[in-house]
């Protein structure tokens, strides 16, 4: 199986975010052959150096990741040269398609390979779409990425919510029993009103964070 990387997927590999792990998994099996265009070497530069100067990474990483780069370059992928079909084929993806430049050069790089029922891997909507209307096979690294982050969500909201409701009737019954002996009865029940307040803020916090994940 042949599957094409552009940048934005590309560059997952190398620095943790939303998709690494599933361009991981392709990049580790030894059955799937990796296509890249000879575009992405200036681009996936250029991206960890501006990372770098955002001080998202270190300067000793960049050079890390950089030299794992280079090193694949040469033992890991097979970099198409852009030439003059590239070109031509770019100019018509830009007029059906009204992609950007160098959007349109990765698609046309992954269109020569079309006959060999290539895989376009790519975390750019626009550009998925387009390649999906120009008849080629996608893939979104990132959708099972949100996939899979939603359901550890899920499962981290219901082992909460059954811990606190486990435990809470404990800790009201001991907060009782104390506040009695202390002759305190009214500072045990602001106390257990507080706590059932913090009860329910986790369960919006919750909440929340699943909606923003159900929105993606």
């Known amino acids: 199986m042949i599957y094409y990387f552009d940048t ?26 990796l296509v890249i265009s000879n575009l992405s070497i200036p681009e996936t530069f250029s991206t960890f150096h501006r990372k770098r100067r955002e001080v998202l990474i270190s300067k000793k990483g960049t050079s890390v990741i950089l030299r794992r780069f280079f090193s694949d370059i040469t033992t890991r992928f097979t970099v198409t040269p852009l030439d003059q079909e590239h070109i031509l084929l770019s100019l018509k993806l830009i007029e059906r398609q009204g992609l950007r430049t160098l959007d349109a050069l990765h698609l046309a790089s992954a269109q020569l390979f079309r006959p060999l029922k290539i895989t376009f891997v790519c975390a750019d909507s626009e550009l998925l779409n387009a390649a999906r ?5 996608i ?12 359901g550890k969500l899920r499962n981290i909201h219901t082992r909460i919510i059954t811990d606190l409701v486990e435990e809470m009737p404990l800790r009201v019954v ?39 994940l159900h929105s993606y």
């Open 8 to 33: 934005s997927a590309l560059v997952k590999l190398y620095h943790p975010e939303a998709g690494s792990e599933r361009v991981r998994a392709l990049y580790d099996s030894a059955r799937k052959q």
């Open 133 to 137: 209307e120009e008849g080629l096979i």
């Open 139 to 150: 893939l979104n690294p990132e959708e099972n990425s949100y996939a899979r982050s939603l």
């Open 174 to 212: 001991e907060l009782m029993f104390r506040a009695d002996l202390r002759g305190d009865l009214f500072q045990g029940v602001v106390f257990v009103h507080r706590l059932d307040e913090q009860f329910h803020n986790i369960l919006a916090c919750l909440d929340i964070s699943m909606g923003i």
